[in-house]
C-alpha cells in the first residue's frame, strides 16, 4: 500500500511541476511595487538547510489577486531544484527537524517532512528547469496548482517553502529519481524531490 502511495505522489509532483512551468514561465517578469493599485501584504521566508548545506531568502507580496515572488538561495548541489509554497489552511507549518526521519537513513524525505510542512500548494519553479547551484527568480503568480485563487490560500504567514533537490548518490549531481538504483519508487532515494531547504514564511 506504501509503495503504491509513493509512486503515485511522486508521479503527480513531477508531474505538476512539469506542467506548471508554463503558468511561472509566463509571468516570469518584472513587476513594480507602486503600481497604485491597493495594499500589498508583504512575507518573508528565511531559507534553511533540511537535508543539505546552503540557505536563502524568499520575498513575498501579496496583491489584488497577484503573487510576486522573489526567491534567492546558494549553496545547493549542483542539480534541478524544484520550490514550492507547502502548507494547508487553518494549519502553522513548520520545517521538519531530524525527529522527522523516521526510517533512520539519515535524511528526511519529501513524505517524511510532509507532517511538517503539509501538501504542495503553489509550485514556484519554472518547470524542471531551475538548475546550478544557486537560484535566484522574481516572478508572479495568480493562482495554486489546483486551479483555486491565491485568495483562497488565506493568510501566507501559516505556509512554508521547500526547495528540493540533494545529491544521495555523491555524483555532484541532485538529478537521480532512483539513487538506490533498485528500480523502485522511493522518496528516500529521490534526488529531486528531497528537500534541500525550508523556510516558515512570517509577515515582513
Do not use: W
Not at 533512520?104 to 501538501?119: F, K
Amino acid at each position: 500500500m506504501r509503495r503504491s502511495s509513493t509512486s503515485l505522489l511522486l508521479a503527480s509532483l513531477l508531474t505538476a511541476v512539469a506542467g506548471a512551468g508554463a503558468t511561472a514561465q509566463a509571468h516570469d517578469r518584472t513587476e513594480h511595487d507602486d503600481d497604485g493599485h491597493g495594499r500589498a501584504d508583504r512575507f518573508e521566508a528565511e531559507l534553511e538547510p533540511v537535508n543539505a548545506d546552503g540557505d536563502g531568502r524568499v520575498r513575498l507580496r501579496k496583491r489584488d489577486g497577484k503573487l510576486v515572488v522573489k526567491l534567492k538561495a546558494k549553496g545547493l548541489d549542483d542539480g534541478i531544484h524544484i520550490a514550492h509554497i507547502h502548507g494547508m489552511a487553518q494549519a502553522q507549518s513548520e520545517c521538519p527537524g531530524s525527529s522527522f526521519d523516521t526510517d533512520g537513513n539519515g535524511v528526511v524525505d519529501l513524505l517524511e517532512g510532509l507532517p511538517a510542512y503539509g501538501p504542495v500548494q503553489v509550485t514556484l519553479s519554472d518547470g524542471l528547469s531551475d538548475v546550478g547551484t544557486r537560484l535566484k527568480y522574481r516572478r508572479s503568480y495568480t493562482q495554486r496548482d489546483n486551479g483555486d485563487s491565491l485568495e483562497s490560500l488565506g493568510d501566507l504567514s501559516q505556509y512554508a517553502i521547500v526547495v528540493h533537490g540533494v545529491d544521495l548518490d555523491h555524483d555532484h549531481m541532485a538529478t537521480n529519481t532512483d539513487a538506490a538504483g533498485d528500480g523502485q519508487p522511493n522518496p528516500a532515494d529521490n534526488e529531486i524531490s528531497m528537500p534541500a531547504l525550508c523556510g516558515v514564511i512570517e509577515v515582513d
